[in-house]
T-cell receptor, first 112, second 117 residues
Framework: NAGVTQTPKFRVLKTGQSMTLLCAQD?????MYWYRQDPGMGLRLIHY???????AKGEVPDGYNVSRLKKQNFLLGLESAAPSQTSVYFC???????????FGAGSRLTVL | AQTVTQSQPEMSVQEAETVTLSCTYD???????LFWYKQPPSRQMILVIR??????QNATENRFSVNFQKAAKSFSLKISDSQLGDAAMYFC??????????????FGQGTELSVKP
């Protein structure tokens, strides 16, 4: 089925470890986003991309890096994980800036 | 900067009754887009309803409707004939009007709705 796929769905890290979350969409969407969801804080934008090869900072970018080398993929990296990065991460994509977001199923990350 | 506020962390409704979830936002724009999303325990984000600010008519989708008060910057969601399947976290979200804003959504904190049988 067409949509947004996030890998992995669950991950446990130790403080200081690094990891990459992969978001893949097969809808040829131009825009892609990474959000984090924390209790009582809703979804907050980490980074986003308006097209292949572009990235931009969102509301809470510190401690994260992203890359969009291919149009269908948007990678979120944690170089040195901290307990404050324990969260549920959502990827989403959009064909145009006025359309409806398609969300992935979320990735739960725990940093010990 | 634009902000979205949901002041009700939790709400409860009896099955078949009506409930209203509140949302206020702050923006200096005259045109924009507002959304309500539902997040059931499966964690999937589901679009419930969408409103364009230039439209005066309130959006409706079956049992879901909004009360859009532009001057008050208020965007509440009314759920009629509540069903057990409506139990979920509900998020209000805002999007600015211009393409160069990147289409990104700004979300409120969420309201957890429980439905009592």
């Amino acid at each position: 089925n067409a949509g947004v796929t996030q890998t992995p769905k669950f991950r446990v890290l130790k403080t200081g470890q690094s990891m990459t979350l992969l978001c893949a969409q097969d809808m040829n969407h131009e825009y892609m986003y990474w959000y984090r969801q924390d209790p009582g804080m809703g979804l907050r934008l980490i980074h986003y991309s308006v097209g292949e090869g572009t990235t931009a900072k969102g509301e809470v970018p510190d401690g994260y890096n992203v890359s969009r080398l291919k149009k269908q993929n948007f990678l979120l990296g944690l170089e040195s994980a901290a307990p404050s990065q324990t969260s549920v991460y959502f990827c989403a994509s959009l064909q145009d800036p006025y359309g409806v977001l398609t969300f992935g199923a979320g990735s739960r990350l725990t940093v010990l | 900067a634009q902000t979205v506020t949901q002041s009700q962390p939790e709400m409860s409704v009896q099955e078949a009754e009506t409930v209203t979830l509140s949302c206020t936002y702050d923006t200096s724009e005259s045109d924009y887009y507002l959304f309500w999303y539902k997040q059931p325990p499966s964690r999937q984000m589901i679009l419930v309803i969408r409103q364009e600010a230039y439209k005066q008519q309130n959006a409706t989708e079956n049992r879901f409707s909004v009360n859009f008060q532009k001057a008050a910057k208020s965007f509440s969601l009314k759920i009629s004939d509540s069903q057990l399947g409506d139990a979920a976290m509900y998020f209000c979200a805002y999007r600015g009007p211009r393409a160069n804003q990147g289409g990104k959504l700004i979300f409120g904190q969420g309201t957890e709705l429980s439905v009592k049988p």
